[in-house]
Nanobody, 126 residues
Framework: QVQLAESGGGLVQAGDSLRLSCAVSGRTGSSNAMGWFRQAPGKGREFVSAISWSGDTIYYADSVKGRFTISRDNAKNTVYLQMNSLKPEDTAVYYC???????????????????WGQGTQVTVSS
């Protein structure tokens, strides 16, 4: 079993930055491929970014490419999402997720992830 806990959300203005953290604990700890998703009110869960268990392979949704950076520190069992140049359309609950399987290293479908955090709210005002 893997437990995930997000933190770092908040209310910011357009153009500001936030860094989300996802603390990973449990049996598989730092060896999971990870992803970040978001869900805005009235919309489905949307893929944001994913990182392989080693950190060597990274992928971003087009909507955040060039503004967001995913990273991980396996020694700390933590995955990060640095969000710069935030826009009002980035407003959503952000979730981190973990996969049991590490192959393929990157997956963008939410139903491929086995464990989810409780989410952290990010609100960007214009």
């Amino acid at each position: 079993q893997v437990q995930l806990a997000e933190s770092g959300g908040g209310l910011v203005q357009a153009g500001d930055s936030l860094r989300l953290s996802c603390a990973v604990s449990g049996r598989t700890g730092s060896s999971n491929a990870m992803g970040w998703f978001r869900q805005a009110p009235g919309k489905g869960r949307e893929f944001v970014s994913a990182i392989s268990w080693s950190g060597d392979t990274i992928y971003y949704a087009d909507s955040v490419k060039g503004r967001f950076t995913i990273s991980r520190d396996n020694a700390k069992n933590t995955v990060y999402l640095q969000m710069n140049s935030l826009k009002p359309e980035d407003t959503a609950v952000y979730y981190c997720a973990a996969r049991i399987s590490n192959f393929p290293p990157i997956v963008t479908e939410a139903n491929a992830y086995d464990f989810w955090g409780q989410g952290t709210q990010v609100t960007v005002s214009s």
